[in-house]
T-cell receptor
Framework: GQQLNQSPQSMFIQEGEDVSMNCTSS?????WLWYKQDPGEGPVLLIA?????ELTSNGRLTAQFGITRKDSFLNISASIPSDVGIYFC??????????????FGKGTLLTVNP | EADIYQTPRYLVIGTGKKITLECSQT?????MYWYQQDPGMELHLIHY???????EKGDLSSESTVSRIRTEHFPLTLESARPSHTSQYLC?????????????FGSGTRLTVV
């Protein structure tokens, strides 16, 4: 089956620093998604990418869908304490209305020191 | 506003008890999923459903069972809880049609079996 390699596994940064994390896959996806999970909650969708090469921003977050369709990255600029949480990438390969399952990365645990 | 609800949020129960974790969504989504998340962060798909009376086992073997009698309701049952079932359980749903639809997650149920 498809597998995603998400890195880094964890990050410890100072408030105000920029953050970068990425996911790579052995196979292509049609869609890349980035989620954030706050402690004690379920993951929440941050950004969705639908086209190879697409660059999308959501406030201080920027994500890109790799040209090869096998990778994606997420950048967070000027981190703040509430950015703390687990970030998941997810890829989806859909075809003709079948198979909508997402493949999730193993997550990046972000800690921000005030 | 959460459109997918999980109850209870926390449950501590004795070994051998039968438990049902509830999951309901008000978005009319056909597809629903159950994930198990251990402290190592990774999300493991244990069950999914593509519609009423449709249920499938996920990538991670689980002793739990699910049912889908109504579109909006996807409960998970453990007939005899064991300490190895201690985990965070997350329910999610997604729309049936269209491309690149991500999942909407509930807030999760933290299960502890003592």
């Amino acid at each position: 089956g498809q597998q995603l390699n998400q890195s880094p596994q964890s990050m410890f940064i100072q408030e105000g620093e920029d953050v970068s994390m990425n996911c790579t896959s052995s196979s292509i996806f049609n869609t890349w998604l980035w989620y954030k999970q706050d402690p004690g909650e379920g993951p929440v969708l941050l950004i969705a990418l639908y086209k190879a090469g697409e660059l999308t921003s959501n406030g201080r977050l920027t994500a890109q869908f790799g040209i090869t369709r096998k990778d994606s990255f997420l950048n967070i600029s000027a981190s703040i304490p509430s950015d703390v949480g687990i970030y998941f990438c997810a890829g989806q390969l859909w075809s003709g209305g079948s198979n909508y399952k997402l493949t999730f990365g193993k997550g990046t645990l972000l800690t921000v020191n005030p | 506003e959460a459109d997918i609800y999980q109850t209870p949020r926390y449950l501590v129960i004795g070994t051998g008890k039968k438990i049902t974790l509830e999951c309901s969504q008000t978005m009319g989504h056909d597809k629903m999923y159950w994930y198990q998340q251990d402290p190592g962060m990774e999300l493991h798909l244990i069950h999914y459903s593509y519609g009423v009376n449709s249920t499938e086992k996920g990538d991670l073997s689980s002793e739990s069972t699910v049912s889908r009698i109504r579109t909006e309701h996807f409960p998970l049952t453990l007939e005899s809880a064991r300490p190895s079932h201690t985990s965070q359980y997350l329910c999610a749903s997604s729309a049936q049609r269209g491309s690149g639809y991500g999942y909407t997650f509930g807030s999760g149920t933290r299960l502890t079996v003592v």
